[in-house]
């Protein structure tokens, strides 16, 4: 299987410093890349990671405000002067379509036409179904936002003890994974007595918003949740002014949510690189699962699966 990992490529907010660019973050999933919020500096952030225009598969934009979109003209034209030859979808909000047109067009160049545009509208929308569910909700922020939440469907692990004392060996095994029952040593054996479901693995990115009811839906049950904690506690009221979270929100949502890992990162610059373990407490405290606070260039892979502790799905014929 492929990598499935989070490439940080930027974790500031609106004014990038010394130690943190602009935001962007790649997530890695069997091939393909979605590049979420590319903000000024994504293209040559790309480049210290070691990716490429080439591992681009979406362009997934949250809002238009510039640290979150300032970067799509030179992703655009990568896409185009290194001749990626692949689709690249881009979802948007489509308030913003204006904005998306300025940046998309944002300078003379030999354009491409492999950029398939998908404007979001409505509390939510499902931009992708296949190899995984692509599902936007909209946000509670000063700008029209959206949160993108990719989920693979679930699978089924296959059980060899109950595969052997059942006579299915070999390419019967593939068979019955495929049609779902299959004739072995004078009887029909079906796929639900020798496997155990496997939940599919699931992501959610929520960037600028106020706690709302779209974030907690998109942070529902997931295996790792990207969120904004652009503020401490004692910043509260000019979270919800600016319509952001704080790092005690952004846990408190991923507690609730029953979020496997939680990743913390768009970090205002009034706060000093003293100040990151106190993100970490604050967030500790309220969510007691593992959190990472992230830097530049950081690589996070996903969570190992969840184990179906006796989950058969049939026991009738074990």
Request: hydrophobic letters at 40%; charged letters at 25%.
């Amino acid at each position: 299987m492929s990598a499935r990992d989070l490439i940080v490529l930027g974790s500031a907010s609106a004014v990038p410093t010394k130690s943190r660019n602009h935001n962007g973050y790649l997530l890695r999933w069997d091939g393909h890349g979605l590049l979420f919020d590319p903000g000024e500096g994504t293209q040559r952030q790309m480049a210290h990671a070691g990716v490429s225009a080439h591992d681009v598969t979406w362009i997934c934009v949250t809002h238009f405000h510039g640290d979150h979109c300032l970067g799509v003209p030179g992703i655009v034209q990568r896409v185009a002067r290194d001749g990626v030859e692949h689709p690249v979808d881009a979802a948007f909000p489509a308030g913003g379509l204006r904005f998306w047109e300025r940046l998309r067009h944002a300078s003379a160049f030999r354009d491409t036409d492999v950029i398939r545009e998908h404007p979001v509208s409505g509390d939510r929308a499902t931009l992708a179904e296949e190899p995984f569910t692509l599902v936007a909700r909209r946000l509670s922020h000063p700008v029209e936002a959206y949160g993108y939440r990719l989920e693979e469907p679930d699978g089924v692990t296959m059980l060899p003890d109950a595969l052997a004392e059942r006579g299915v060996r070999g390419p019967l095994v593939r068979r019955l994974q495929k049609e779902g029952r299959v004739e072995a040593g004078g009887r029909t054996v079906t796929l639900e007595e020798c496997s155990v479901r496997r939940p599919g693995q699931k992501v959610a990115f929520v960037m600028d918003t106020r706690v709302c009811e779209g974030a907690r839906e998109l942070a529902d049950g997931v295996d790792m949740l990207v969120i904004e904690s652009t503020f401490l506690h004692e910043d509260e009221a000019l979270a919800t002014e600016y319509g952001h979270l704080t790092s005690t929100q952004a846990a408190a949502i991923a507690a609730g949510a029953g979020v496997r890992h939680l990743v913390l990162t768009h970090f205002s610059e009034r706060y000093k690189g003293d100040d990151e373990r106190r993100f970490l407490d604050e967030a500790s405290r309220v969510f007691g699962g593992e959190i990472t606070l992230v830097h530049d260039l950081d690589r996070v892979p996903m969570p190992p699966r969840r184990v179906t502790t006796g989950d058969f799905l049939g026991r009738s014929g074990a």
